[in-house]
């Protein structure tokens, strides 16, 4: 299996889609989630990455898949596997993984960085990405920098969203933990 691990503003693990028989279809959603977590899963065991600039960015933390474009208008079609919670190969009832409905704006930075990488998208070209619910983004590489010892590229991302809920965070002054608060493992695999 081939895959490209790239940084979009999290580190990704970018794979096509029809090395797994897929075509990157909403009936597809259960194998593309599954699929996606181990990827996932292989790459943070076999490609460490850290950021060069920030060791606290360290790790895969989502992956990607990549098929042909169905919509007229795009380059590429894409998945992006969204982990929610802990995964255990043992108990597959007590993962859960989500689908990005979008094409994923650091996803589609990551995948024109490796295109870009392996000279197939050149500067200040259009790359329209398609998701797997035919919704577009449109990114473009302004620019050629350098990160640490690494080069990369300056992307820029247009496209449609939509607002889906409000919050408010408040800070009660009588709060003892005003800074949040660690007790472990919360996601601990292996507990009934």
Not at 3 to 31: K, N, S
Not at 131 to 155: D, K, N, W
């Amino acid at each position: 299996m081939v895959v490209d691990v790239a940084y979009g503003g999290m580190f990704y693990v970018i794979a096509d889609a029809d090395q797994f028989g897929l075509r990157l279809t909403p009936d597809e959603g259960r194998d593309i989630a599954s699929i996606g977590e181990r990827l996932k899963a292989a790459s943070r065991e076999q490609l460490p990455v850290v950021h060069p600039e920030n060791n606290e960015i360290s790790g895969v933390s989502i992956s990607q898949l990549s098929a042909p474009a169905i919509h007229p208008d795009a380059d590429r079609k894409n998945a992006v596997v969204v982990s929610t919670g802990a995964f255990d190969w043992d108990r597959p009832q007590t993962w859960s993984a989500s689908l990005d409905r979008s094409p994923c704006g650091t996803g589609t930075s990551a995948r024109m960085a490796v295109l870009h990488a392996k000279g197939q998208l050149p500067l200040h070209q259009d790359f329209v990405h398609e998701s797997i619910l035919g919704t577009l983004f449109t990114g473009r590489l302004i620019g050629e920098t350098q990160v640490g010892p690494y080069r990369a590229v300056i992307p820029t991302i247009s496209g449609r969203g939509w607002i889906t809920g409000f919050s408010n965070y408040v800070l009660d002054p009588d709060d003892p933990f005003p800074e949040g608060f660690t007790v472990g493992d919360i996601w601990a695999a292996g507990l009934d």
